[in-house]
């Protein structure tokens, strides 16, 4: 009997990534892949342990998809990611209905993992992340045909006092330029226009490898592989943001005018004690120079409320300086107190319900930002990324390069025939909190 297979993820992008190169090496093996895991004789969560909330979710994911062994065909329920690398011991001990666990250095030994755990031998497999993929593990993607994320680095060496990622996920190291060139090529075979570059810390990539920062020479690279149009960056750090950074975004039209950089706040003294780069004035320098040298630049970043310390003070200040920066996008995070993190031993901890109605506000003044941000495209044309088409309401949709997948706003767009996964001459007609509509421009 062939084994039909589920894989499950939860998480970031990078999360994804990992799913796909184990879907890849499970239909390699010659077992079926199946998207319902009621259909599934074995399920894979991939799980995210970033937060609290985040551990919520994968657990409670566990514990419902358990129930499948009664209900399904279920045999066998694996859980990988970070969740398992942090904490192995409590979850085999404390989870019987688990049947084995990877870690985030250990996944693309999935199948030795599966075949242990139809053998009842509970395996564990979690060691030391040091792990890096390459271009030669098959992948199946899982997002649409025209869009991919290709991880340049994983790890992270910062130190954040609020962070669990260099626990979960090793020190920083950078694959190879030409492992990431190959694989970019790879996937614009395979039909893919948009690579979305991703890492715990982007703008470190190559320090470990060459002399010095590599990701300009990067980004001009992936963009001249044939087929691809967009090349998108998330997840820069703001203290290795450099100028010839700055220039390799001005200068390339293939490269995105979109920057993923995570500030985390803005008042001095928690920056200081969440050992951020630099202070307020540095970010606001760096802001500067990139906006005026790339003048329609979208601008992403999150803000963490409710720090140790933070008094209603710094929070009246950050909120004004989320004002007066006019983010293109924001995300907003309320403090989670990690074990293991030197945040969790700092004094004046803030209580759920104070960490919870700052994010509301927060959210609340970024709404009219972003309201009054959208407003700008109308009437301009821009070109649009054209994902899906929707019948009952007889509309294409589709993304800016102003827009990431998924967590970004969209595009509708009317009267006029366009192609899926291919770029189309939008003209902006209309402008709502996120998301923008037009006509297409034959």
């Known amino acids: 009997m062939i084994e039909k297979v589920s894989v499950v993820t939860l998480g970031c992008e990078k999360n994804l990534v990992d799913s796909e190169i184990m879907s ?68 085999m001990d404390e989870m019987p209905e688990i049947d084995g666990i990877v870690g985030t250095g250990d996944f693309h030994r999935i199948n030795e993992i599966i075949d242990e755990a139809l053998r009842g031998r509970k395996p564990v497999y979690v060691g030391n992340p040091v792990f890096n993929y390459e271009e030669n593990l098959p992948r199946l993607l899982s997002t649409p045909r025209h869009t991919a994320y290709v991880k340049i680095a994983e790890g992270c060496d910062n130190a954040c006092t609020f962070c669990s990622i260099p626990i979960m996920r090793g020190q920083f190291r950078s694959r190879s330029m030409e492992s990431i060139l190959t694989e970019v090529k790879m996937l614009s075979g395979q039909g893919v226009r948009e690579i979305s570059l991703i890492a715990q810390d982007s703008t470190n990539y190559g320090t470990d490898l060459y002399d010095g920062f590599k990701l300009p020479e990067l980004l001009n690279r992936v963009s001249e592989v044939e087929g691809i149009a967009w090349v998108r960056l998330h997840y820069a750090y703001p203290g290795f943001f450099t100028d010839e950074l700055i220039e390799a975004i001005a200068g390339n039209p293939k490269i995105c005018d979109y920057i993923d950089m995570p500030l985390q706040h803005s008042e001095d003294s928690i920056l200081k004690r969440m050992r951020r780069p630099g202070r307020q004035r540095d970010v606001r320098e760096l802001i500067g120079k990139i906006r005026s040298r790339i003048p329609e630049v979208a601008l992403r970043t999150s803000m963490i409320v409710g720090f140790p310390g933070e008094t209603e003070e710094d929070f009246e200040k950050l ?124």
């Open 24 to 91: 890849g090496l499970i239909h390699q093996r010659g077992f079926s892949l199946v998207e319902k895991p009621e259909d599934a004789t074995v399920i894979i969560v991939n799980t995210c342990g970033f937060i609290d909330a985040a551990k919520e979710e994968s657990v409670n994911t566990i514990l419902n998809l358990a129930e499948l062994k009664d209900t399904a065909r279920l045999k066998a329920l694996i859980v990988s990611g970070c969740l398992t690398q942090r904490y192995k011991k409590e979850l």
């Open 319 to 442: 909120c004004e300086f989320v004002r007066e920066m006019k983010f293109d996008r924001l995300g907003v995070f309320a403090y989670s107190q990690e074990e293991d993190t030197p945040a969790n031993r700092l004094p004046n901890q803030l209580s759920d319900e104070v960490k919870q109605f700052r994010a509301n506000t927060l959210m609340e003044i970024q709404r009219q930002v972003a309201k009054d941000n959208a407003a700008k495209y109308v009437g301009r044309t821009i070109e649009v990324l054209v994902e899906r088409y929707d019948g009952r309401s007889d509309v294409y949709i589709g993304r800016s390069q102003y827009d990431a997948p998924e967590v970004d706003g969209e595009v509708f767009i009317s009267k006029c025939p366009v192609q899926i996964g291919e770029l189309s001459k939008v003209r902006i007609t209309h402008a709502y909190e996120y998301d923008l509509s037009g006509e297409g421009i034959a």
